[in-house]
């Protein structure tokens, strides 16, 4: 039987954000939103980082629109957030800094 991973407390959340700039977290998710310049960077930038998503049998909750994706992790099976979501959004956030039409929203 699989063991359910380690879920983070919101003072171990608040520090390993530290090292994520520009993600947040809200109603116990990870969350950030990223400006693209348009559908086919939004579309582009989303397929990169669900191709390491699924390798990774993790997958964020997605807002997709034109020129805009906001990402939301946690980890579904273990009621919360974990090394999984940090992992994943430490992916993506190299992928969207290797993307120069992808940027952070605000």
């Known amino acids: 039987m699989a ?3 380690i879920t983070y407390s919101e003072a171990e959340i608040a520090e390993r954000l530290g090292a994520l700039p520009g993600w947040s977290y809200e109603g116990g998710e990870l969350r950030r939103t990223y400006k693209t310049d348009g ?3 939004t579309v582009m930038f989303v397929n990169a ?3 390491f998503a699924e390798a990774a049998d993790h997958h964020p909750d997605l807002e997709v629109g034109w020129g805009k994706v906001v ?3 946690s ?3 273990a009621r919360g ?3 999984k979501d940090f992992a994943l959004a430490r992916r993506i956030e190299e992928i969207a800094q290797a993307h120069a039409a992808v ?3 605000g």
């Open 39 to 41: 559908w086919p960077t």
């Open 49 to 51: 980082f669900a191709y």
């Open 71 to 73: 990402v939301r992790l």
């Open 81 to 83: 957030i974990t090394e």
């Open 3 to 5: 063991q359910k991973a």
């Open 103 to 105: 940027r952070t929203a």
């Open 75 to 77: 980890t579904h099976s």
